[in-house]
């Protein structure tokens, strides 16, 4: 998938504030500092897309950004520590359960995960929740320009055997680099397929 263009839409806290729910919608969700800005702007070869910043919890609204003018981009905030008050943390839990819960063109969530670092049990937490919840989701590990080869495929390995406690077989999952732009291609052509199949279904 080429990106022609990647605008803002707009910010918000209320999911009935979202825009219409008319086009395949894939939400971009992890940890506070898990790389989830730098990855959305690898993505979309837009390097200010996503405001990034080195302090966990910048993102604090459901952001959409439309991509090709043909299907949604939506930036969550992330979970676990943000410099930020328990009211608010809470509040951020409640409307991202209510997005994930009650937005019908979610087609698929991208869970962020830190490959340098062991499973987090808030992590398998959350996926499970997805898992218990019906909700599609895939698994994209961030950051991996920063470890070896050895230690990225070691770290992998324990994911893998964390996730086979809970699941028949591991979801879909996607190795990358804000920095190299591992990873990228896979995870457009998987977007795309979706699309497509999307668009089969409605025609």
Same mark, same amino acid.
């Given at each position: 998938?080429?990106?022609?263009?990647?605008?803002? /839409?707009?910010?918000?806290?209320?999911?009935?504030?979202?825009?219409?729910?008319?086009?395949?919608?894939?939400?971009?969700?992890?940890?506070?500092?898990?790389?989830?800005?730098?990855?959305?702007?690898?993505?979309?070869?837009?390097?200010?897309?996503?405001?990034?910043?080195?302090?966990?919890?910048? *993102?604090?609204?459901?952001?959409?950004?439309?991509?090709?003018?043909?299907?949604?981009?939506?930036?969550?905030?992330?979970?676990?520590?943000?410099?930020?008050?328990? *009211?608010?943390?809470?509040?951020?839990?409640?409307?991202?359960?209510?997005?994930?819960?009650?937005?019908?063109?979610?087609?698929? *969530?991208?869970?962020?995960?830190?490959?340098?670092?062991?499973?987090?049990?808030?992590?398998?937490?959350?996926?499970?929740?997805?898992?218990?919840?019906?909700?599609?989701?895939?698994?994209?590990?961030?950051?991996?320009?920063?470890?070896?080869?050895?230690?990225?495929?070691?770290?992998?390995?324990?994911?893998?055997?964390?996730?086979?406690?809970?699941?028949?077989?591991?979801?879909?999952?996607?190795?990358?680099?804000? /920095?190299?732009?591992?990873?990228?291609?896979?995870?457009?052509?998987?977007?795309?397929?979706?699309?497509?199949?999307?668009?089969?279904?409605?025609?």
């Amino acid at each position: 998938m080429v990106i022609h263009s990647a605008e803002f /839409v707009i910010s918000n806290t209320e999911v009935d504030k979202c825009p219409e729910p008319n086009k395949p919608e894939y939400a971009f969700i992890g940890r506070s500092n898990v790389g989830k800005s730098s990855l959305i702007n690898m993505l979309t070869d837009h390097k200010k897309l996503a405001k990034t910043s080195g302090k966990p919890g910048k *993102t604090q609204l459901i952001n959409h950004f439309i991509i090709n003018g043909e299907w949604y981009l939506v930036d969550l905030p992330g979970y676990g520590y943000a410099k930020t008050s328990k *009211t608010n943390r809470k509040k951020w839990g409640i409307f991202i359960e209510e997005y994930l819960l009650t937005r019908e063109n979610l087609l698929n *969530t991208f869970i962020l995960l830190d490959s340098r670092l062991e499973p987090q049990k808030i992590d398998i937490e959350f996926m499970a929740w997805c898992g218990e919840q019906g909700l599609p989701f895939s698994m994209v590990f961030t950051k991996t320009d920063k470890l070896s080869k050895v230690a990225l495929q070691k770290n992998l390995a324990a994911y893998k055997r964390e996730m086979l406690k809970y699941w028949d077989e591991i979801p879909p999952f996607f190795v990358t680099s804000s /920095v190299s732009a591992l990873g990228k291609e896979e995870v457009m052509s998987y977007i795309a397929e979706i699309n497509e199949a999307y668009q089969d279904a409605e025609a």
